[in-house]
């Protein structure tokens, strides 16, 4: 069965901190992999994107993520955290084919430390 | 463009009414989807749409209802609400791209808070 699995259910770091949030998946054959943000209040926002070629992606205000395939694994990072970067934060999967539905992890809350 | 909108933007409705989530989008995507949001555990897929006329079910389909007349909108029709189904409901959409799926960006709209009392 397709699963994305986030371990870290929340996160708390102080301000210039490193990030790193987990994620794992089961999703037979090629897979698309996401990260996205909730705000507070808001609605999720894609950060970064991963469908093929360099495995290490770089999304918008300096978050990156690595997938590796032999871990099944695709960690979201950052090297300094900042207040604002108080969200949750969501891992997703989908297949290669454009039919594919996309399925989400169950989040990871992460509080930033002024 | 509006993007994906969804009306209400809150709704609270009784054991046993009816009621539909309205989602319209207006960049001609092909697919659609609605999830449902929960405290700790994500978001769930609830039903999803590869196109005008063809709908599938998700994670969590039970007591709900979607067509897909138009590429524009995909409603969502809860049949008789239930306390379980208190919950922020997410539409989404994306462009299926021509070369296997690779446009998968995934746009959400403003999301519609219910509460089944």
């Known amino acids: 069965a397709q699963s994305v699995s986030q371990h870290n259910h929340h996160v708390i770091l102080s301000e210039a901190a490193s990030l790193e949030l987990g994620c794992n998946y089961s999703?037979?054959?090629?897979?698309?992999l996401f990260w996205y943000v909730q705000y507070p209040g808001q609605h999720l926002q894609l950060l970064l994107k991963y469908f093929s070629g360099d495995p290490l992606v770089k999304g918008i205000k300096g978050f990156e993520a690595e997938f590796i395939k032999s871990k099944f694994s695709f960690n979201l990072r950052k090297p300094s955290v900042q207040w604002s970067d108080t969200a949750e934060y969501f891992c997703?999967?989908?297949?290669?084919?454009?039919?594919?539905?996309?399925?989400f992890g169950s989040g990871t809350r992460l509080s930033i430390r002024p | 463009n509006a993007g994906v909108t969804q009306t209400p933007k809150f709704q609270v409705l009784k054991t046993g009414q009816s009621m539909t989530l309205q989602c319209a989008q207006d960049?001609?995507?092909?697919?659609m989807s609605w999830y449902r949001q929960d405290p700790g555990m994500g978001l769930r897929l609830i039903h999803y749409?590869?196109?005008?006329?063809?709908?599938d079910q998700g994670e969590v389909p039970n007591g709900y209802n979607v067509s897909r007349s138009t590429t524009e909108d995909f409603p969502l029709r809860l049949l008789s609400a239930a306390p379980s189904q208190t919950s922020v409901y997410f539409c989404?959409?994306?462009?299926?791209?021509?070369?296997?799926?690779?446009?998968?960006?995934?746009?959400f709209g403003p999301g519609t808070r219910l509460t089944v009392l």
């Open positions: 749409s590869v196109g005008a006329g063809i709908t």
């Open positions: 997703a999967a989908s297949g290669y084919s454009s039919a594919s539905k996309i399925i």
């Open positions: 999703y037979g054959g090629t897979v698309n």
């Open positions: 960049m001609n995507h092909e697919y």
């Open positions: 989404a959409s994306r462009h299926t791209g021509t070369s296997g799926g690779l446009e998968d960006t995934q746009y």
